[in-house]
């Protein structure tokens, strides 16, 4: 059996997650580390496998993924978003059972701008009348 690699892109606000899949024994690394080192929390990693167990491939591929910018929880929604990529381009009859769980689409919300003149984005600073 030959072992190609197929690389995918996730995002999710400033995370960018780089996905390395290829068939093996279910070996999965987050930037050189284990999965449970790089997200101790379970809600995290319950969200990055969910591709893997709606596709029963847990066991049946190895992940090396890299992934940085923005927090922990938006790292984790984008490596989720690479590895549903990644699986589409390894077997195109999963896309419809992925597709049902929104794991397809890419989060669009981004963190809304700071205004000039005002405190923040929506906060403002406080208003004196006299």
Do not use: W
């Not at 809600?43 to 993924?65: F, Y």
């Not at 397809?104 to 984005?121: C, N, P, V």
Request: net charge positive; aromatic share 4%; charged share 30%.
């Amino acid at each position: 059996m030959k072992s190609e690699m197929i690389q995918a892109t996730g995002r999710r606000k400033s995370a960018i997650a780089r996905v390395r899949l290829t068939t093996g024994e279910g070996n999965i690394t987050v930037n050189e580390r284990t999965l449970e080192n790089y997200f101790p929390r379970d809600v995290l990693r319950a969200l990055i496998l969910k591709p893997l167990l709606l596709c029963d491939k847990q066991r049946s591929v190895n992940l090396s993924m890299t992934v940085d910018g923005s927090g922990i929880s938006a790292q984790a929604g984008a490596l989720a978003h690479g590895i549903s990529r990644a699986l589409i381009r390894l077997d195109a009859n999963l896309r419809a059972t992925l597709k049902k769980e929104g794991l397809l689409t890419r989060d669009s919300r981004m963190k809304e701008r700071k205004k000039y003149g005002q405190k923040g984005a929506r906060k403002r600073f406080q208003f004196s009348k006299r």
